[in-house]
């Protein structure tokens, strides 16, 4: 015993927090997967509820402190005090704003990114992981008719996406133009995050005046036209609005980008998923786009937090994005005479491998089984307007935009509205947000889950008598 000299320095080891921290513990791991594998198990996810912070604040007062807690204190503390306090967005009752609807597949394959510790930001830490999602990306860049050129990577979500798409297209208008100071164009329709990444980018936003809600090649050709001040360089056109599901006029607009040299984003983030049904011949134009993004936490069944983010000319990304840093400069040494590191194309350096879980998901289950989950929900919302037209306390909008219904109850008023929202949400029986419509607040459904039911959506206008 005594002849190990090292014996003193064992001991000492096993109190290190290392030693605690990073070995595999069989007693919190069942908890946790335990718990996985109930939340997993859930068919009809409950809506649950937003709580006001004060008693969560309270429950979970001095939970932090020097010395650490039993993992099984700690995750019944989720259990109650944090995971029932969240409106799950991924409920088919769930109507509000854009819902989710990740495939089990996709959930069970986030975990398995997360334990993987994937760095998914250059081909030299992690050519597997990029050589799938390199997959995926090929697929949504085929559908989008992309040329065989194009590229991108994943991003956290739609406003990334954007917001990096735009920085590209205003260096390169820059170029383009010889001048600093340029502009970037964008419907009255466009999203809020278009606004948000041009203030950003410091760049002045020229609103054009849509026509009935849905920009065309006509409406820009005539604010250009009209307009005098710095160049504008790109073009932001939508594919799927956020509100009414509509499709800006994509080819009108491209021929436009094409005569004048100017830069065509496409934001798909809700709507892009549409290339896979019947209504696919609204994204005629699209293959002409410069850059595309779509999200698929939205209707590509894929957990948060996921954006794709395509290029027609990666290049031209990778020329504005890429870093250098001493440090960094084996990343560019690599040899990866194909790809483009993701670390090149957008705001970001380290990231996660966030289009794993689809790729496994799209692996498991086939491209079909996803075209027939999203023309399921386009179904729906065809459904749920021949409803809303059948019956005669309520009335129809407009023909749905892709998957987004508006609705009006004639006679009712904003605090009707928020007081249906709240009532159904207290029944559990769904989420049901309005928006404003032509300066009217009316009643929406974003359909978005393929386990949506007709009984669900009517329950919705039963109650508002
Ligand atoms: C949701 C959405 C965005 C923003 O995407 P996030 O993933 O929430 O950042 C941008 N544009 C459109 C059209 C959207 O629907």
Not at 125 to 136: D, K, R, T
Not at 251 to 271: F, K, P, T
Not at 298 to 327: E, G, I, M, N
């Amino acid at each position: 015993m005594t002849d190990d000299p090292y014996m003193n320095l064992h001991a000492v080891a096993e109190t290190r927090p290392a030693d605690r921290m990073h070995r595999y513990d069989p007693h919190l791991a069942g908890l946790v997967f335990e718990y996985v594998r109930t939340r997993l198990s859930f068919t009809d996810t409950p809506l649950d509820h937003p709580s006001p912070p004060e008693p969560i604040i309270a429950a979970l007062e001095g939970f932090i402190d020097r010395y650490g807690r039993d993992p099984r204190e700690v995750l019944d503390a989720y259990v109650r005090h944090i995971a029932s306090n969240v409106l799950s967005t991924d409920s088919p009752r769930f109507f509000g704003f854009i819902p989710a609807a990740p495939t089990k597949a996709a959930l069970l394959f986030d975990t398995v990114v997360s334990i993987a510790s994937l760095q998914g930001c250059s081909w030299l830490e992690a050519s597997g992981a990029l050589v799938a999602e390199n997959q995926v990306l090929r697929w949504i860049a085929d559908l989008a008719g992309m040329p065989a050129t194009a590229g991108g990577t994943f991003v956290s979500g739609g406003s990334a996406g954007n917001l990096s798409a735009l920085a590209v297209a205003r260096e390169i208008g820059r170029k383009r133009f010889g001048v600093r100071e340029v502009r970037i164009a964008c419907s009255d329709e466009a999203h809020s995050s278009v606004a948000n990444a041009l203030r950003i980018l410091d760049v002045e936003a020229v609103v054009i005046p849509s026509t009935d809600h849905r920009l065309t090649g006509e409406d820009v050709r005539r604010a250009l036209d009209d307009y005098q001040g710095p160049p504008v360089v790109a073009i932001v056109a939508t594919s799927g609005t956020t509100n009414a599901g509509i499709v800006d006029d994509l080819q009108g607009i491209s021929e436009i980008c094409r005569e004048r040299n100017l830069w065509m984003h496409v934001d798909g983030a809700y709507g892009g998923a549409a290339l896979l049904s019947d209504q696919r011949w609204r994204f005629a134009g699209l293959e002409y786009a410069d850059s595309f993004i779509t999200d698929p936490h939205k209707w590509w069944f894929a957990p948060f937090d996921c954006a794709a983010l395509l290029y027609k000319d990666p290049d031209q990304a990778a020329s504005v994005h890429t870093q250098h840093a001493s440090y960094l400069d084996p990343l560019h040494q690599a040899d990866h005479p194909v790809y483009w590191n993701p670390t090149d194309l957008a705001h970001h350096l380290s990231r996660r491998a966030r289009g794993l879980p689809m790729w496994f998901s799209l692996a498991v289950h086939g491209t079909d089984a996803y075209a027939a989950a999203v023309q399921q929900v386009l179904d729906l919302a065809q459904d749920t307007a021949s409803l809303i037209n059948d019956l005669p306390h309520v009335e129809l909008i407009r023909e749905p935009g892709l998957s987004v219904v508006l609705w009006r109850r004639p006679g009712w008023g904003k605090d009707d509205y928020l007081a249906l929202q709240n009532r159904l949400l207290e029944e559990q029986v769904a989420f049901a947000t309005p928006t404003v419509w032509e300066g009217e607040v009316v009643g929406r459904f974003a359909l978005l889950h393929p386990s949506t039911t007709i009984e669900m959506v009517k329950a919705v206008l039963d109650a508002a008598v």
